[in-house]
């Protein structure tokens, strides 16, 4: 619930950000390079925190990251509330948010798996960590367009950060075991090699967090690109970009919905595939779209695939790896979830300036329909290779089943 609160505010921010940037310099560009500089940090820093998080305690890493991120959106607040705001100083603030990112996001993954008692839940609890965010991003846009309309973004901003008091209250509140940390290597180096090796040494691994940075890459700019297709499109303002992101976020609660309703992993690797294929038809169509009632319609099937594709790959990695490397891989995921959009922000961002952004995102999409074909065709054997793991594990019986 805290976290709940504190998302509605994150997706409030987003939507400021890029209405404000947008705003004051109409420039796609800017829009691109704002989004790029609020990600990349994660990409650098992300291998480091998982290295980090394995040796260290993931709760006071993910609280103490809340309170830095409730620091940054406080200052964000300031600057616009008091009409001193540049876009360097915005931009600036984005990769502080981008630091703390690094360790907010992959403390909060590897840490599910401490706050569930039985192992067989661990779908069901990203699944829900999932519904959760997605019933965010599905309030937090809408909310903002209408106070962005009303009140400006400064608001948008403040409230963010206020909203970070119920998740830092909500963490502390929690009681987890403590789980038993042995330090067999303290070099950060060696264990960055050791996390590598293992995730790239492993073909199912490795081909998760491939086609995962694909999608990011490609497919996951229209983001940024979103208040291009509201004011410029559509025709329409703040209120627009906010009905635009809800509908995303309405897809992927039924997304996430779907994936709650699954009993196992068993299957999610299919889902792997299928939901990279729905997210590039669903850009495809969008692209052409020119009514705002059709527009929200086909970002359904959007918000869902993105949802599928991502919260499918968290939960098949999180139930093959090994509980020493999980902050490490959860940190490769990370890159691959949100190191990757920023580089895919900067592309298109620099591509809509020249070729438009409806173009834009069909070259984005025929890349998620590419990336889909090619690990559809690889499934059988993956699965092959994951079959002992989840036999091991006592999730499948015997070699016979599928």
Known sequence: MGQGISLIGTWMQRVAVSWLVYRMTDSPFLLGVTAFAGQIPTFLLAPVAGVLIDKHDRMRILIAS?????????????IVLTDVAKVWMIITLSIILGLINAFEITARQSLVIDMIDKREDLGNAIALNSSMFNGARLIGPTVAGVLIATVGEGICFLINGLSFIAVIFSLMAMKIKPRK???KETDIIRGLK??????????PIRSILLILSLVNLMGVQYIVLMPI???DILHGGPKTLGFLMGAVGMGALFGALFLASKKTVIGLGKWIGLAAAVLGA????FSFSKLFWLSLLLLLPVGFGMMVHMASSNTVLQTIVDDDKRGRLMSLYAMSFMGMAPIGNLIGGSLAGKIGAPNTLII???FCLLSSLVFLKKLPALRKLIRPIYI???????????
Do not use: C, H, N
């Not at 809340?66 to 300031?78: H, R």
């Not at 050791?194 to 073909?203: D, I, V």
């Not at 091991?392 to 599928?402: F, L, N, Y």
């Open 282 to 285: 669903g850009l495809i169509l």
């Open 66 to 78: 809340q309170v830095l991120s409730m620091i940054q959106a406080l200052s964000l607040a300031t």
């Open 181 to 183: 940390i042995e330090i």
């Open 229 to 231: 297709f509201a004011r």
């Open 364 to 366: 984005g999409a025929l």
């Open 392 to 402: 091991k594990k006592g999730i499948i019986k015997d070699m016979t089943v599928q």
């Open 194 to 203: 050791e996390g590598f090796s293992y995730a790239f040494k492993f073909p």
